[in-house]
T-cell receptor, first 114, second 111 residues
Framework: EPEVTQTPSHQVTQMGQEVILRCVPI?????FYWYRQILGQKVEFLVS????????KSEIFDDQFSVERPDGSNFTLKIRSTKLEDSAMYFC????????????FGPGTRLTVL | TQLLEQSPQFLSIQEGENLTVYCNSS?????LQWYRQEPGEGPVLLVT?????EVKKLKRLTFQFGDARKDSSLHITAAQPGDTGLYLC???????????FGSGTKLNVKP
C-alpha cells in the first residue's frame, strides 16, 4: 500500500541553524500539507500546497518557513533560523485530488532545537 | 482559540466497557475526520463523515456527525486493550486546504 514517507526521522540542530525536512507524498497525489505537533499538544496546521504554490497557511507559518516541491516527488519544509520553540514533530500529509478530503499522514520528523 | 473541542481529554476504562468521545465546535464543517495516533507516529485516518446526521460503523467503532455538522462523536463498544491510543478529530471548514485538529482524547483500556 502506498504511503507518505518522511526523512529524517529525527533531526537535532542548534538554534539559529537552517533545517530542511523532507517528505515524499504518495505518487499521483496533488495536495500536500505540513503540520506540527509540539510534545503533549495538538496537531497544528502549518501550510497547504497545490499546483506549485501555497494554498493556505496558518499564522505559525511566518517568514522563517518555506515550502518547495523541487522535483516530481519531494515536498520540503525549510525552517531558516530555528528557535527553541520550533522543537516538535513535523508531519507531512498528502491528498489525492479535489474529490476527496482524505489525507494520508507520514510518520513524522522529530525536530529538536538545542 | 480552540475551533474543535474534544472531551474527555483522558479516559481510562476496563476492557469490555463502552465509551463515547465527543468533538464539538461552534463552526460548521464541510467534513470531519477521526484519527488514531500512536506515540511517535503520524495520525492514521479512521473515518470521514460528510453529511449532517451521518452514522458510520467500523467494527466496534461508531461515528456520528451532528445534524448541523458542528459536532461529532465516536462510540466504542466493548473496548479492548488494543483500542488504547490518542483519538483525534479534525475538520475542514469550507475547502480542504486547511484542517483544524482537536486536542485529542487519550484512551487507556485496562485488561
Amino acid at each position: 500500500e502506498p504511503e507518505v514517507t518522511q526523512t529524517p526521522s529525527h533531526q537535532v540542530t542548534q538554534m539559529g541553524q537552517e533545517v530542511i525536512l523532507r517528505c515524499v507524498p504518495i505518487s499521483n497525489h496533488l495536495y500536500f500539507y505540513w503540520y506540527r505537533q509540539i510534545l503533549g499538544q495538538k496537531v497544528e496546521f502549518l501550510v497547504s500546497f497545490y499546483n506549485n504554490e501555497i494554498s493556505e497557511k496558518s499564522e505559525i507559518f511566518d517568514d522563517q518557513f518555506s515550502v518547495e516541491r523541487p522535483d516530481g516527488s519531494n515536498f520540503t519544509l525549510k525552517i531558516r533560523s530555528t528557535k527553541l520553540e520550533d522543537s516538535a514533530m513535523y508531519f507531512c500529509a498528502s491528498r489525492s485530488d479535489r474529490s476527496t478530503d482524505t489525507q494520508y499522514f507520514g510518520p513524522g520528523t522529530r525536530l529538536t532545537v538545542l | 482559540t480552540q475551533l474543535l473541542e474534544q472531551s474527555p481529554q483522558f479516559l481510562s476504562i476496563q476492557e469490555g466497557e463502552n465509551l463515547t468521545v465527543y468533538c464539538n465546535s461552534s463552526s460548521v464543517f464541510s467534513s470531519l475526520q477521526w484519527y488514531r495516533q500512536e506515540p511517535g507516529e503520524g495520525p492514521v485516518l479512521l473515518v470521514t463523515v460528510v453529511t449532517g446526521g451521518e452514522v458510520k460503523k467500523l467494527k466496534r467503532l461508531t461515528f456520528q456527525f451532528g445534524d448541523a455538522r458542528k459536532d461529532s462523536s465516536l462510540h466504542i463498544t466493548a473496548a479492548q486493550p488494543g483500542d488504547t491510543g490518542l483519538y483525534l478529530c479534525a475538520g475542514a471548514l469550507y475547502n480542504f486546504n486547511k484542517f483544524y485538529f482537536g486536542s485529542g482524547t487519550k484512551l487507556n483500556v485496562k485488561p
